[in-house]
């Protein structure tokens, strides 16, 4: 790629650049990188045991897991990534490879690269559709699939009125945000983005941190409303564990398309509603949503077993 430095691309044809393919834009401290297409992939890593690993959904990045990482790597080697032109690349919107397909190539060759299969797969929204394409195309990459609030499933559900207006929902979304964005209004662009997936007063409420994620990713949101494509007959095919989570005040699109997934693999159990939560569950009730994932990966770590086996 053009982003990349030509000294970069010198040392990828030496050396392979296993970890560390260097790129134009600064990489925090604590932040490794590992070139996959050419592309330094930025992801921070901690703890050791059986690998999990966290893939954020639309306009996030491998800092929305500060309340996951630091509790789950005491058992478990997690591997927090950002996805192709997200934070720490502060991307201008021009690329012809940003695409849940190019992501979940990524993820596959991320997982490849530094030996790390089968591991534990977690994906939120965006990031969901992301995990469960990897999924669909290497399943053999796969121990655990976990699903909070997953895109991607939207093609389960039937055709009808209210399927229509919550697609609606999403398209109106990204719509505003790309007219916020063209505006220059930064600031609104997050808070209608945020209140639209969570509900009105969100946006209020979070953290300064939680403002600097969204913020810093704005420039990726222009592109966030491709959803995947996942069918029934490739749900019927997964033949590892799932875990499917959604939030008390989620958008409903999320916990029909789980239970419209569940008709096309009758082992995928109900979702696990974590209350007083919405969309961002993981962020807005940490506990509880570390609990049902925690016990989850508890259930199934050791040798693979089969999926009937462990449900």
């Known amino acids: 790629m053009m982003r990349l430095t030509m000294a970069a691309l010198v040392l990828g044809v030496l050396f392979g650049l296993p970890t560390g393919a260097r790129a134009q834009w600064a990489i925090p401290d604590g932040v490794k990188t590992v070139s ?25 990045d491998y800092r929305i897991w500060y309340a996951q990482a630091p509790t ?26 940003f695409s849940i397909a190019q992501h979940a190539a990524d993820v596959a060759a991320l997982i490849q690269r530094l030996n ?11 990031g969901g559709a992301v995990v469960l394409t990897v999924a669909k195309e290497h399943p053999e990459l796969i121990k655990t699939l976990i699903l909070e609030d997953a895109s991607g499933m939207e093609g ?18 990204v719509a505003r945000l790309r007219e916020n964005l063209a ?22 409420k979070r953290s300064a941190l939680q403002k600097e994620i969204l913020i810093d990713n704005l420039g990726t949101g222009v592109d966030s409303g491709e959803r995947g494509h996942i069918t029934c007959a490739d749900i019927a095919k997964f033949s590892f564990p799932i875990l499917t989570l959604t939030g008390e005040r989620s958008p409903k699109r999320y916990p ?14 109900a979702a696990i509603v974590i209350p007083n939560a ?15 994932v925690l016990a989850f990966l508890a259930q199934h770590r050791g040798p693979l077993q089969p999926a009937s086996a462990t449900r």
């Not at 790390?116 to 965006?126: D, Q």
């Not at 029909?256 to 159990?269: L, V």
């Open 256 to 269: 029909e398309g789980f239970a419209a997934a569940r008709t096309c693999n009758p082992s995928i159990p």
């Open 156 to 173: 389960l559900l039937p055709e009808t009125p209210g399927t229509k207006a919550m697609a609606g929902e999403v398209k109106g979304l």
């Open 278 to 292: 919405a969309h961002a569950m993981n962020r807005d009730n940490p506990d509880a949503f570390n609990a049902a």
């Open 72 to 97: 789950y790597s005491k058992d478990y080697r997690v591997l927090s990534l950002s996805l192709r032109h997200y934070y720490p690349e502060r991307w201008n919107g021009v690329a012809d490879d």
């Open 116 to 126: 790390l299969g089968p591991v534990h797969l977690l994906g939120h929204s965006r």
């Open 36 to 60: 996959v297409g050419g592309y330094p992939l930025a992801y921070q890593e901690t703890g050791s045991g059986e690998p999990v690993v966290l893939v954020h959904g639309s306009l996030g």
């Open 183 to 204: 505006a220059g209004d930064k600031e609104k662009a997050g808070q209608e983005f945020t209140d639209g997936l969570n509900g009105p007063g969100t946006w209020a």
